[in-house]
């Protein structure tokens, strides 16, 4: 699933690309429309909202990617395996199409068809974005918040990680990257951790994200993320798909578990 460095790498993209662009057409796949969240993106309202608007920024939120048009906003996220790509040649699973005044095209690739297309008026009309915690840079995040935060929860750390209420843009890859940096077992209760360990652990976000973000995401063997130029990213995880092969710090076996159907990874010795 495309993470925030993955989103930020694409936004990145998208907008030296396409600000100033004006969209003059869409379609959208019939079938990918009942299955997109919230509105029938096939509908003449989605088409009134979006046609005819001029891009003027593209931000990010979490893993959502938000484009702000001259009026209103188009949403996107990415699900588990959407691609947005400029001009691509040719591609399989093509859910929908913006065309620009100049000619090009923004395609929207989405095998699994868990990705969600909106056009909104306001920001506060979409659902996920309403409740979703500060983002890992936040100037106003501090490790004493996040301590705050996570004492309260009676869940593991892992699991607290991907709850996008306690920060916006954590998934699988990286919230297992930034424990083994910190050092913190992905199974720890939350209310079991030290002031020192919620401080290496904010630390070890921001510096995975950073990272991640440097070497333009992640692309696992079996991942289908792409930049919006259809190029794999370069960061490799240290932990994360790696079970069964030695850890890069100490030589140990990684490990994989299960927790609430998602796997973890990690390094008995440096996580012990």
Sequence with gaps: MPELP?????????????VGAT??????????????????PGHRAFRRRVVGRRIERLERRGKYLIFCLDSGYLIFHLGMSGQLLINPPSVKHRHALLTFADGRA????????FGELRAVSDLSEVPGLRQMGPE???????WRQLADVLRKKRV???????????????????ADEALFESGVHPERRCTTLTDDEVRRLLRAVRHVLRHAIASRGTTL????????FGQAGG??????????????????????????????????????
């Design 6 to 18: 993955e989103v930020e790498t694409i936004r990145r993209d998208l907008e030296k690309a396409l």
């Design 23 to 40: 969209i003059v057409k869409v379609w959208v796949s019939p079938r990918w429309a009942r299955l997109a969240h919230v509105e029938f």
């Design 106 to 113: 923004l395609c929207f690739v989405d095998p699994r068809t």
């Design 136 to 142: 890992p840079f936040d100037a106003t995040l501090t």
């Design 156 to 174: 593991k750390v892992k699991a607290a990680l991907l709850d996008q209420r306690v920060m916006a843009g954590m998934g699988n890859i990286y």
């Design 221 to 228: 063997p079996d991942s289908r993320y792409r930049d919006a």
């Design 235 to 272: 960061h490799r995880p240290k932990v994360y798909g790696r079970a069964g092969e030695p850890c890069v710090r100490c030589g140990a076996t990684i490990r994989r578990g299960v927790m609430s159907g998602r796997s973890f990874h990690y390094c008995p010795q440096c996580q012990g």
